[in-house]
């Protein structure tokens, strides 16, 4: 037992120096972008994207049983459930651009954008549900 703990600890250092050395090597390749185009001074220029992926699917909160049951049920539905990506991006300064919603196919729903902040916008990809190169680029435009 006493060599498996030992050797875990092994394996668990040389995972962080790894990433320790990942990380180094990203921050170096940023700082020289950074001060290639002299952004250390300019946070309102520094923009970070992301793109968040969620699944509407019905999911019930409660299930009621008689206390003490070994084995309870809950009801599902079987249907995997429409998948939604949300692009967002934010300054460094806190400046927020408008959200952007993709779903998957060709007729876009002009009701999602009720729930969305204003300028915000609706993207159709027909093949998915994620952002390609090509959403990405009109996107930025």
């Known amino acids: 037992m006493i060599d498996s703990i030992h050797f875990w600890k ?5 995972v962080s120096d790894s990433l320790a050395r990942a990380q180094n090597i990203f921050l170096q390749f940023l700082l020289g972008i950074m001060n290639e185009n002299d952004l250390r001074s300019k946070p309102q220029y520094i923009f970070n994207v992301d793109e968040t992926v969620n699944s509407a699917d019905y999911q019930p909160c409660y299930v009621v049983t008689t206390k003490g049951s070994k084995v309870v049920h ?6 995997k459930g429409e998948t939604i990506s949300f692009i967002a991006c934010c300054s460094a300064v806190g400046q927020f651009l408008p959200q952007t919603l993709i779903l998957k196919g060709t007729n876009n729903n002009q009701d999602h954008l009720e729930c969305l902040s204003s300028g915000s916008k609706i993207c159709m990809n027909p093949k998915s549900a994620y952002a390609n190169a090509e959403l990405l680029l009109n996107w930025f435009k």
């Open 10 to 14: 092994g394996t668990q250092n040389l």
């Open 74 to 79: 809950k009801v599902t539905s079987g249907e």
